[in-house]
């Protein structure tokens, strides 16, 4: 099977055709046209996340990778068509929303913040509270003990939630931000891969969780620009670039040396289909 | 397929938790307070006196004035902001207050609410313009600092002629304001103000709102990593205002103790306020860089501040030296938050 055939190239016009699929997704992106000012980040970009379906979002930097997963996650809005959870459309203001949709991000920098205790990172931006306004405070034992039994299930049992996140190795790290993001019942998890090199290990520990996740039935979205370390873990392979979708390939369309090919041409791929449509 | 059985454990095994002494040292305030006792010390040695009842009210005094505008200062650089407006802000509340009662007639506690009012206005200007502009909060409070600084010079000359508001006792309501902010408990021979009341109430609320409030977490969250604070949902704006507000509120309650304690208030805005509450907010174990520092650690920066600064005039030593030993002082901090900082983060990475 040559790569070339497989390649579906992008819907020419109207909205995107997306193959027919078994199960119904959890979480849907439908045209969703971002913009920074007149610049689109995200042109028309439509995906499907499925239960206990890794989706790898691939592409180069400034592909539009991370405002797809900042309109999941509720980070930004978007500005043209729809985003579906469970088939209604929905519009996140903050991301509590999304959080409490069931959508958990793990991000980039796992947004955890060094000099802040464990148990406070663990909750920062939805802390149990107890009393009324203008006496509300944050109900420290619930904080405490839900941390540790967040950070347990993670395989992190014991871990003293008092001390700085900066105490705490990479791996423990990673595994904070696991924790945090599956805490709040995660249906869609999204895994936005570091930029920065990571080692072996460190690799391993993402793929490791991104599997963990599909085997609980979790929809996954994995973002990486790595094709070798998506093809070991993903089922569908969706190529941004320029903000657009290049390609939406299964396992099945593609190998590993095919899907490493696309990322390097896919740049140029846009560009060219970009021309042929202006020609028209 | 990774079964839950083999579900890796993230980590390597945990290690002893840290000793108590090793996590006091960790602590912002540790500096400051061991600089207090042996500021104590070294300045009771040479004058007794000033372990007395009097020398404690000095002591405290100073304390009190300054380590409100720490405090405030402190809760702005935890969240990696800072004002500059805040020391002109307390003269220009106290302005619009004064000239309320001695041009305008009224009485002292109306006069004292729009002052308030006022003062949070230009709190909440402050904030959006941080907010909107997204520019450091120095350049942003540095304008408010030069609009009010000209503003109060002009209002003052051209509403009531000079460059002193006074006439501000025995107008309706002054006996009532007088005991709250102005009130004195004598003690042997020391004058204790209340204005170290209103000091301790500000470092219990600073403290409360710090450790124990979600606006606390969002405030250190603030200044630790901005971005993963808006990726967590933490309302970066709405803290960022309400920052503003509670300085604006601080600078609002300097200008009210001056006025009442004074009577009136010299119309001199100036720079050098807001420094000196910057110091002692760096001694009381803040990071300039945001994320780090304690409202007990803003107290204890004051009262090595009012302990030095009083103890230099017991002592008799010439008073210029005060400025030589706070800015050594400030150094040490500088150095000792900075073997604090790495302390914290120091750790073995495999």
Sequence with gaps: ?280 | MVTAAQRPVFGAPERRAPSRGRRLLTRPSTPALAGVVVALVVFGVQAPQLLGAGGWASVLDAAALIGIGAVAVTVLLVAGQFDVSIGVLAVASSVTAGLLVSEAGWGLWPALAVSLVAALAVGAVNGLLVVITGLPSFLVTLATFLVLQGGTLVVAQSVAGTSLVDGVEGAPGWASADAVFGSVLVLGDGRFRVSIVWWAAAVLLAGWLLRRTRFGNAVYALGGSRRAARELGVPTAWTTVALYLLTATAAWLLGTLALVRQGGVPVAPGFGAEIEYLVVAVIGGCLLGGGYGSAVGAAAGALLYGAVRTGIGVAGWPPQSFQVVLGVLLVVALLANGVARRRLIAVPRS
């Design chain 1, 1 to 280: 099977m040559s790569v070339q055939e497989a390649l579906p190239f992008p819907e020419p016009e109207g909205a995107p055709v997306l193959p027919p699929v078994a199960t119904a997704p959890v979480l849907e992106l439908r045209g969703v046209t971002v913009r920074y000012g007149q610049v689109p980040a995200l042109d028309r970009v439509s995906l499907r996340l499925l239960p206990g379906t890794v989706t790898c979002l691939l592409g180069e930097n400034g592909a539009g990778k991370s405002t797809v997963v900042q309109v999941m996650s509720g980070v930004r809005r978007h500005d043209e068509g729809e985003l579906l959870v469970d088939g209604t459309a929905v519009r996140f203001r903050r991301p509590r929303q999304a959080r409490s949709r069931g959508i958990a991000t793990i991000w980039q920098d796992l947004a955890v913040i060094p000099l802040m205790t464990v148990w406070r990172n663990f909750w920062l931006g939805d802390e149990p509270t107890r009393g009324v306004w203008p006496f509300r405070r944050i109900d420290l034992e619930a904080a405490r003990d839900g941390a540790a039994r967040g950070l347990a299930r993670v395989g992190l049992p014991g871990l003293n939630v008092n001390q700085p996140a900066a105490a705490l190795q990479p791996g423990q790290r990673h595994s904070l931000a696991v924790a945090r993001a599956i805490h709040f019942g995660a249906r869609v998890l999204v895994v936005d891969e570091p930029a920065a090199p990571l080692t072996v290990a460190q690799h391993a520990l993402v793929l490791r969780t991104v599997v963990a996740a599909r085997d609980a039935g979790i929809a996954v979205l994995f973002v990486t620009s790595m094709p070798g370390y998506a093809h070991l873990v993903g089922d569908r392979f969706l190529l941004l670039a320029g903000g657009r979708v290049a390609a939406d390939l299964t396992r099945e369309d593609v190998d590993v040396e095919g899907l490493t090919q696309l990322m390097s041409g896919g740049d140029a791929l846009a560009t060219l289909t970009a021309e042929l449509r202006r020609g028209r």
